[in-house]
């Protein structure tokens, strides 16, 4: 089975409901990896500021950030090797490395509320 790692930036949650607005990138992300979880996919999400240790302990991660900094975030590892930094992996992106199927548009659109497509939270 592949493992898929992403190693978030600094951010007080992983699904971007936290703030006066919602982003909905981390949404997407987080609802897209949810979807795999239900499928028995293992995706592993650590987060800058809840998990530090995860970064420094990783020889892959460790050796990014001291090369490139922050601004590098979010990196997305498949079996320890890189395969995305910068941005979070499209669904198409996760769909073909994982070999699964996932929906290629999230049901959440950008519209700065916390409404979805069966009402609001």
Same mark, same amino acid.
């Given at each position: 089975?592949?493992? &898929?790692? %992403?190693f978030d930036p600094a951010m007080c949650c992983s699904t971007g409901v936290c703030g006066p607005s919602i982003d909905s990138e981390l949404m997407r992300i987080s =609802? =897209?990896?949810? #979807? @795999?979880?239900?499928?028995? %996919?293992v995706i592993k999400r650590h987060g800058l #500021?809840?998990?530090?240790?995860?970064?420094?302990?990783?020889?892959?991660?460790?050796?990014?950030?001291?090369?490139? /900094?922050?601004? %590098? @975030?979010?990196? =997305? &590892? &498949?079996? /320890?090797?890189?395969?995305? =930094?910068?941005?979070? $992996?499209t669904n198409e992106e996760l769909s073909q490395w994982l070999e699964v199927k996932i929906a290629s548009e999230s049901p959440w659109? #950008?519209? #700065?509320? !916390?409404? /979805? $497509?069966k /009402? !609001? !939270?």
């Amino acid at each position: 089975m592949k493992r &898929l790692e %992403i190693f978030d930036p600094a951010m007080c949650c992983s699904t971007g409901v936290c703030g006066p607005s919602i982003d909905s990138e981390l949404m997407r992300i987080s =609802t =897209t990896i949810n #979807s @795999l979880k239900e499928k028995r %996919i293992v995706i592993k999400r650590h987060g800058l #500021s809840t998990e530090p240790q995860d970064f420094v302990s990783n020889k892959t991660m460790n050796a990014l950030l001291q090369k490139e /900094g922050v601004d %590098i @975030l979010p990196v =997305t &590892l &498949l079996d /320890g090797e890189v395969v995305k =930094t910068k941005t979070y $992996p499209t669904n198409e992106e996760l769909s073909q490395w994982l070999e699964v199927k996932i929906a290629s548009e999230s049901p959440w659109k #950008s519209n #700065s509320s !916390c409404c /979805g $497509p069966k /009402g !609001c !939270c």
